[in-house]
């Protein structure tokens, strides 16, 4: 008998990238891993077509716009694929009887908050990118009624683009480095955060809805950057600056820590501290390197 599927869409983004490594550990179901070459999301009788050849089980949604920045001038592209598409994607599930996990940010809040934010705690977005992914939730919830979302932060990898490897660039081209203090959060190794996935379609209980997850701590941009500093024995000089001194297109949340006392009572997740999962993500980028 064949196994039940689960196909995967950008899957060669950081987090589709380690739910493929993550993936060899849940060997009771075949993967399908689709790149946003072979499945562009915005193209509903692709995706239509891909879900009536496998008939999945589940669909991991990794497919976004996440060019924050770039969202600003791009509203459009950032709507079709982080909202118009979920939204399709959503009612093809519910149309097959797949279940839904959806990826979504810290990003879909204002950053007014002083305290970690729970999944019930009023959205408000302030930049296009965030809107973008509000909507995706909004339409993924409302087009199928199995559908579980997940909002992360300041996702990492030793695949692809991300804060940690730019840090590592620059500490090794300039004496000294400007970060940002005043925005506050977690960061999320996608290595953890493939696991927890991996780890809720293994708990064999599905309960749709929005989760929170993100690595265990409390700490700014600077703090992180401090921490790539210390760990690659890097001697850049790391200096603190205000976000006021460093304008950018999209305007960020000052404060977007996550609440994940939910995922932890419904999924028993047992989640690293952000600088236990850095050294991991290091020492990976390092056997990549060898
Ligand atoms: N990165 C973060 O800091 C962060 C923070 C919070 C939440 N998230 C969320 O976490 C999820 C995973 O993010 P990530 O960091 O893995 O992002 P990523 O590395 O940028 O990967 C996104 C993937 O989506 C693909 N893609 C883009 N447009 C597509 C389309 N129209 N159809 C199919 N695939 C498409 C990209 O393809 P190409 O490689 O060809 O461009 C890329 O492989 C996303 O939902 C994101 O919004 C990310």
């Known amino acids: 008998m064949s ?15 380690e739910l493929r490594d993550a993936s060899v550990n849940l060997s009771e179901y075949q993967f399908i891993f689709a790149t946003r070459q072979e499945l562009p999301i915005e193209e509903p009788e692709q995706v239509r077509l891909v879900f009536q050849r496998y008939q999945p089980v589940y ?14 001038s791009e509203r459009d592209r950032a709507f079709l694929v982080n909202a118009e598409s979920v939204g399709i994607q959503s009612g093809t599930c519910q ?3 797949t279940k839904l996990l959806h990826i979504s940010t810290d990003y879909v809040f204002d950053g007014n908050s002083a305290v970690p934010l729970k999944e019930t705690d009023p959205t408000g977005p302030i930049n296009v990118y965030g809107a973008s992914k509000l909507e995706g939730e909004r339409l993924a919830l409302l087009n199928n009624d199995d559908t579980l979302i997940l909002r992360t932060s300041w996702v990492y990898s030793a695949y692809g683009n991300n804060f940690v490897k730019t840090m590592i660039r620059l500490m090794g ?5 400007n970060v940002i203090n005043d925005q506050v959060g977690s960061p999320t190794y996608a290595a953890d955060l493939a696991r927890m996935i991996l780890q809720i379609i293994a708990a064999g209980k599905f309960i749709p809805g929005i989760y929170h997850y993100s690595n265990e701590g409390e700490i700014s ?8 500093r210390d760990l690659t024995g890097s001697s850049c000089e790391i200096r603190p600056i205000p976000t006021s001194q460093y304008p950018t297109p999209a305007r960020r949340p000052r404060f977007s820590l996550l609440d994940k006392t939910k995922i932890k009572s419904v999924y028993a997740a047992q989640i690293p501290f952000w600088r236990d999962s850095l050294e991991k993500c290091l020492s990976q980028m390092k056997k990549q390197e060898a």
């Not at 196994?3 to 990238?17: A, C, E, M």
């Not at 991991?60 to 969202?71: E, G, Q």
């Open 3 to 17: 196994k039940p599927t689960i196909v995967v869409t950008g899957s060669s983004g950081q987090l589709g990238r």
């Open 59 to 72: 669909c991991i949604n990794c497919a976004a716009y996440t060019a924050v920045d770039k969202a600003e």
């Open 95 to 97: 149309q097959f009887g």
């Open 173 to 177: 081209e300039r004496p000294s480095l």
């Open 221 to 228: 941009w600077f703090d992180f950057a401090s921490a790539i």
